[in-house]
């Protein structure tokens, strides 16, 4: 989408930024936080509450994005990737349901962020495909695995789970018009692609391709699980679960840019994590406006002492990005 973000200097795809001056701003800036802010105070939970809700997909899905302008993410031997255009959303946003107003607050006001309302997920940011570079290389296997898209977006992560065999995937996101009118468009797109490459109909006695369709998200849906609200909210309702699922993989990209959302995103973390499990998160150094980023979150990570925070890769391309790693340093019991 067309829109600026207010602590976002790079772009994945035009770095038109001296990077040498900007990571020399950025140190500093990253010096100066950590003297003035020497540790991350917990802070009560916002008094407006955003609760998580679990979103189910239309039956017809499928023929009101049939016609839908698609573009393609392709990473090494990762499997393509499909996703809505997101310009769309902006061009098209009247006609969309959209009860949260989220598409027309973000023309309106010209931004990809607008916290407590709209967290930013129509836009693909840079650590989705920094972290999906960093399983290709790595050769992370899904298969069996349940797994969480934090703060999914498009839903890149969770979709590349699917396709490589996770064998239950949950996508959570702040904003339900981000859920119903982008990620569960996305998994079906990717599901209805698959669909599409197998082969024969009504001559040799098999399925039509409608029918195999339909059968192939039925199964889908019996892998894959919806969720908008804040991370609070979205926590009590898995854990209202019996028994509470627990994942071995979650997946969270540029999700610690406010210090606020720190309590609630480690404790999800904490609570819904496998006693093996595996974080992958993707972030920036820092978040300029906002405050957050990676030193701060390692402070409060270490501070807590529940998990060992691990660096896996650093990119220097404009501000730079991190892939780091949590894993439990003992039993959660």
């Not at 770095?15 to 990571?23: A, F, I, K, V």
């Not at 239309?58 to 698609?70: G, K, Y």
């Not at 391709?209 to 019996?222: F, G, I, W, Y």
């Not at 606020?260 to 093996?276: I, M, N, R, T």
Request: net charge negative; proline share 3%.
């Amino acid at each position: 989408m067309a829109f600026s973000f207010n602590f976002d200097i790079s772009s994945q795809f035009k770095q038109n930024y001296n990077n040498d001056t900007l990571n020399e701003k950025e140190e500093k800036t990253n010096q100066d936080t950590v003297k003035n802010q020497s540790q991350v105070k917990e802070t009560s939970a916002p008094k407006k509450v955003k609760e998580a809700h679990e979103h189910k997909h239309a039956p017809d899905l499928l023929s009101h994005i049939e016609n839908s302008v698609t573009e393609t993410v392709t990473v090494g031997a990762l499997p393509p990737l499909l996703y809505l255009n997101e310009s769309v959303f902006e061009q098209t946003a009247p006609e969309r349901d959209d009860a949260e107003k989220v598409l027309s607050q973000t023309i309106t006001q010209n931004s990809d962020l607008i916290t407590g309302v709209y967290e930013g997920g129509l836009k693909i940011w840079e650590g989705t495909h920094d972290l999906l570079e960093y399983v290709d290389d790595e050769g992370e296997t899904f298969s069996g695995k349940r797994v969480l898209d934090l703060g999914c977006g498009a839903g890149l992560l969770g979709i590349l789970a699917l396709k490589r065999g996770a064998s239950k995937v949950h996508f959570q996101d702040y904003n339900s018009t981000v859920i119903e009118q982008l990620t569960i468009p996305n998994v079906f797109l990717n599901c209805e692609e698959e669909g599409d490459d197998e082969k024969g109909g009504d001559d040799d006695g098999s399925p039509a391709p409608k029918q195999r369709s339909m059968e192939k998200n039925h199964a889908l849906t019996d892998r894959c699980s919806f969720f908008s609200g804040d991370w609070v909210s979205f926590l009590s309702l898995i854990q209202s679960q019996d028994p509470t699922l627990k994942y071995d993989l979650i997946f969270t990209s540029e999700t610690i840019y406010n210090t606020d959302y720190y309590p609630s995103l480690h404790d999800v973390f904490h609570k819904l994590l496998a006693e093996h499990g595996l974080v992958y998160l993707a972030t920036k150094s820092h978040y300029f406006g906002v405050g957050g980023g990676l030193y701060l979150f390692e402070r409060f990570v270490e501070e807590k002492n529940v998990f060992q925070i691990k660096s896996l890769r650093e990119l220097d391309q404009g501000l730079k990005r991190h892939i780091v790693s949590l894993r439990f340093k003992k039993s959660p019991s």
